[in-house]
């Protein structure tokens, strides 16, 4: 009996072995199920973000490509109205020039005006009353000179000012040529 005893209690240890044997198995089939279903709602959801993102894309674009042209059209109307201030400017300049050097004769004018009146003061009374008058037109010569050399200066910032706004114009048009040329709109 002992022997039977001895083979029983194999056997008991062998079904237990067994049944702990049975009991990891299941325990590791339930980890590999979860593990599973976690990786598969993860897949799902990065192919569902990167659906969505694909699609944000694919708006952009399409929203970048319906407006580029009138995008184009508008940067390349600004650069010509620019380019055509500049050449006002550049116009303008030169006839502040010409303005400038006929009022550098201001002083010789005023210089003869002076002279004209030590010769009109010599004249008899009745001419008293023009020599006033001459006076009153030498300050206005004088604030006039004044005003054109301040007009004068104005356009010169003027210029320097348009010069600047044109090449910054010309800066800022610059990425969308280039993006033009590299990915070009039918």
Known sequence: MSSDSAVSSEQAMINEIVEKYSETMKMRFNNQIFIGRRVTFLLRSIMVVAGMI???????LLLLSTHMQALTTTVNTMNAHFTSMSTDVAQMKVVVADMDHSVNDLPIILS???TMQGYVGDMSASITPLSGNMGNINQKMIVMSGNVKSMANTFKHMDNSVMHISRDVNQLSQPMK???QWMPIP
């Open 178 to 180: 280039n993006f033009n």
């Open 112 to 114: 003869e005006i002076q």
């Open 54 to 60: 694909l699609v944000v894309l694919f708006a952009v």
